[in-house]
């Protein structure tokens, strides 16, 4: 290993405490550019449709996952687990579902490299190709790996060589001033628990997510959930129930180190796949303002004195 230099990593103090600092630069809030960051889910919530639609936002400036990137700009996305006719059919979804112009695909065109590397040996650990990725992505706002496991040779379970695996990646963040996303999936037990959504949840060694400055999470809607929120988006009056139930995934970021607390987001999953946000509103809190404009009613002599009948709460 060659001598670390001081004169290239020395934080210059009296310049930090004697003037403003310039704003952080997030690729979208809590993501701060030149760092690395997860999303973590079960298997089938969509969390590479996810992706493929934060790409989207952060290079054409089409935000349908309502993430408020920063600005634009490139993205490198390393498709290592789905092939070409794939990546077609979800873009194509994406395209359709949310109405996408001739202009956003030009866009997307221009400043998206979507590479399909499945098989192709994907390996940051070795060094020819870290620098070869270092080098391709000198100009790159955000880099996308999906999913982790399939970027290393390493022993996902060990400590000792995940924080090795988080320092290649810091190397490529460092070096081109990308944030870069890695996708993974979480652990049996965790997902037989139903705590999908938590820091701890990812497969594999806790230095996976512990090193990360940022973990988000993709989990499933509860059945407790499931049987007291109402999509309202969808002109609905009963909560989602078992029947939709997997349409709905929560995104959380448990991890966050550099900005405030991020509050959670839900998503609806339209055809396809697609992500759409959406407001899911309580029931119960439905059925205090429907008490209460009852009871107004009643009292200014405008209501029938007919309650309307709450009972599929319970």
Same mark, same amino acid.
């Given at each position: 290993?060659?001598?670390?230099?001081? #004169?290239?990593?020395?934080?210059?103090?009296?310049?930090?405490?004697?003037?403003?600092?310039?704003?952080?630069?997030?690729?979208?809030?809590?993501?701060l550019a030149g760092t690395v960051g997860t999303l973590f889910a079960p298997g089938a919530t969509s969390k590479s449709f996810w992706a493929l639609q934060a790409a989207?936002?952060?290079?054409?400036?089409?935000? $349908?996952?309502?993430?408020?990137?920063?600005?634009? =700009?490139?993205?490198?996305?390393?498709?290592?687990?789905?092939?070409?006719?794939?990546?077609?059919?979800?873009?194509?979804?994406?395209?359709?579902?949310?109405?996408?112009? +001739?202009? /956003?695909?030009?866009?997307?065109? &221009?400043?998206?490299?979507?590479?399909?590397?499945?098989?192709?040996?994907?390996?940051?650990?070795? $060094? &020819?190709?870290?620098?070869?990725?270092?080098? /391709?992505?000198?100009?790159?706002?955000?880099?996308?790996?999906? $999913?982790?496991?399939? @970027?290393?040779?390493?022993?996902?379970?060990?400590?000792? +060589?995940?924080?090795? %695996?988080?320092?290649?990646?810091?190397?490529? @963040?460092?070096?081109?001033?990308?944030?870069?996303?890695?996708?993974?999936?979480? #652990?049996?037990?965790? #997902?037989?628990?139903? /705590?999908?959504?938590?820091?701890?949840?990812?497969?594999?060694?806790?230095?996976? $997510?512990?090193?990360?400055?940022?973990?988000?999470?993709?989990?499933?809607?509860?059945?407790?959930?499931?049987?007291? %929120?109402?999509?309202?988006?969808? =002109?609905?009056?009963?909560?989602?129930?078992?029947?939709?139930?997997?349409?709905?995934?929560?995104?959380?970021?448990?991890?966050?180190?550099?900005?405030?607390?991020?509050?959670?987001?839900?998503?609806?999953?339209?055809?396809?796949?697609? %992500?759409?946000?959406?407001?899911?509103?309580?029931? &119960?809190?439905?059925?205090?303002?429907?008490?209460?404009?009852?009871?107004?009613?009643?009292? #200014?002599?405008?209501?029938?004195?007919?309650?309307?009948?709450?009972?599929?709460?319970?």
């Amino acid at each position: 290993m060659s001598r670390l230099g001081f #004169s290239s990593y020395r934080v210059d103090i009296r310049q930090c405490c004697t003037t403003d600092p310039p704003p952080l630069d997030f690729v979208w809030p809590g993501f701060l550019a030149g760092t690395v960051g997860t999303l973590f889910a079960p298997g089938a919530t969509s969390k590479s449709f996810w992706a493929l639609q934060a790409a989207l936002a952060v290079a054409a400036g089409v935000d $349908t996952v309502g993430i408020a990137p920063g600005r634009t =700009g490139r993205v490198v996305y390393l498709a290592a687990e789905d092939p070409q006719n794939v990546l077609h059919h979800r873009l194509r979804a994406i395209t359709l579902g949310k109405g996408l112009s +001739e202009a /956003d695909v030009e866009r997307a065109q &221009e400043k998206i490299d979507l590479l399909s590397v499945v098989g192709a040996g994907l390996d940051v650990g070795d $060094t &020819e190709q870290r620098n070869g990725l270092i080098e /391709d992505c000198k100009d790159a706002r955000l880099i996308i790996i999906d $999913t982790i496991s399939r @970027a290393h040779r390493l022993d996902e379970n060990s400590n000792g +060589e995940m924080a090795r %695996l988080l320092m290649w990646l810091e190397v490529i @963040a460092r070096q081109t001033g990308a944030a870069i996303l890695f996708l993974h999936h979480i #652990s049996k037990f965790a #997902s037989r628990a139903g /705590d999908s959504g938590d820091q701890f949840a990812a497969r594999g060694a806790g230095a996976l $997510t512990d090193n990360a400055r940022m973990g988000s999470a993709l989990s499933k809607i509860t059945s407790d959930e499931a049987g007291h %929120l109402i999509d309202r988006d969808m =002109g609905a009056v009963m909560p989602i129930g078992p029947d939709d139930r997997a349409r709905y995934v929560r995104m959380s970021i448990p991890k966050n180190n550099y900005s405030a607390p991020i509050p959670d987001r839900w998503y609806r999953r339209d055809a396809g796949g697609v %992500l759409t946000p959406v407001d899911l509103t309580n029931a &119960e809190k439905i059925v205090e303002i429907k008490k209460g404009a009852q009871a107004y009613a009643e009292a #200014s002599g405008r209501g029938t004195g007919e309650e309307e009948d709450l009972s599929w709460l319970k």
